[in-house]
T-cell receptor, first 109, second 114 residues
C-alpha cells in the first residue's frame, strides 16, 4: 500500500502555542482518518473525513480535508501537555488501513 | 468500541526462536489486522487475518516468517518465526469497527530479540 507523507516529522511547541500537522498524498484519497498515539500507548482513532473540503472540529482540534482530496491537516489550538504524542493520518483502501509517517508532538510546559 | 487484548505484552527472545502473539477481541469482528511498529516509526501493515482462510500479506511480508491464524471472529495469532534482532519491534493487533470505517488497536506486544 502507498504511504502517505506527513510533515513535520517532529514538532516542539511551548504550551499554549498552536500546532499543525499536514498529511500529503500523490494520489486522490477516498477518505482520511486521524489517530493519536500517546508515548508508550497504542493508536486511538480521532476522526474520519470523507468529503472534499470537509472541516470537522473536536474542541481544540480542527481537521480539514483538501479540496482535491490529496491532503489533510490537523490543527491544535493552544496546545496543552495532554496533547503530547504522535499524530498519524491513515487511509482506508479496500479493507486495509495504511498509516502516514506520523508527526511527533512535544509540548514544553 | 471493541476491547482488544494482546499477550504477551512484552518479551525478550533469543535469536533463532519463534514467538506467538495472541489477540483476543471482546466481540465478533469482521476484519483483524496485524501491524509492526519500530520505535519512533509509523505503523506498517503486515497482513489481514481472514477468518477461515489464509491471511493476506502485504508486500515484504511472507507467511513462512509471519504465520497467522484466525480460527474464529474474535481471536487471531501472529507468529514471528526464526527471529533476528531486526524483528525487535512492537506488534499491534487491530480490528475494524462494526461500520468498517475505523480500527481499534490492542496494547501491543513489545518484542526484543537478543
Amino acid at each position: 500500500g502507498q504511504q502517505v507523507m506527513q510533515i513535520p516529522q517532529y514538532q516542539h511547541v511551548q504550551e499554549g502555542e498552536d500546532f499543525t500537522t499536514y498529511c500529503n498524498s500523490s494520489t486522490t484519497l477516498s477518505n482520511i482518518q486521524w489517530y493519536k498515539q500517546r508515548p508508550g500507548g497504542h493508536p486511538v482513532f480521532l476522526i474520519q473525513l470523507v468529503k472534499s473540503g470537509e472541516v470537522k472540529k473536536q474542541k481544540r482540534l480542527t481537521f480539514q480535508f483538501g479540496e482535491a482530496k490529496k491532503n489533510s491537516s490537523l490543527h491544535i489550538t493552544a496546545t496543552q501537555t495532554t496533547d503530547v504524542g504522535t499524530y498519524f493520518c491513515a487511509e482506508l483502501t479496500g479493507n486495509q488501513f495504511y498509516f502516514g509517517t506520523g508527526t511527533s508532538l512535544t509540548v514544553i510546559p | 468500541s471493541a476491547v482488544i487484548s494482546q499477550k504477551p505484552s512484552r518479551d525478550i527472545c533469543q535469536r533463532g526462536t519463534s514467538l506467538t502473539i495472541q489477540c483476543q477481541v471482546d466481540s465478533q469482528v469482521t476484519m483483524m489486522f496485524w501491524y509492526r511498529q519500530q520505535p519512533g516509526q509509523s505503523l506498517t501493515l503486515i497482513a489481514t487475518a481472514n477468518q477461515g482462510s489464509e491471511a493476506t500479506y502485504e508486500s515484504g511480508f511472507v507467511i513462512d516468517k509471519f504465520p497467522i491464524s484466525r480460527p474464529n471472529l474474535t481471536f487471531s495469532t501472529l507468529t514471528v518465526s526464526n527471529m533476528s534482532p531486526e524483528d525487535s519491534s512492537i506488534y499491534l493487533c487491530s480490528a475494524d469497527s462494526p461500520s468498517g470505517n475505523t480500527i481499534y488497536f490492542g496494547e501491543g506486544s513489545w518484542l526484543t530479540v537478543v
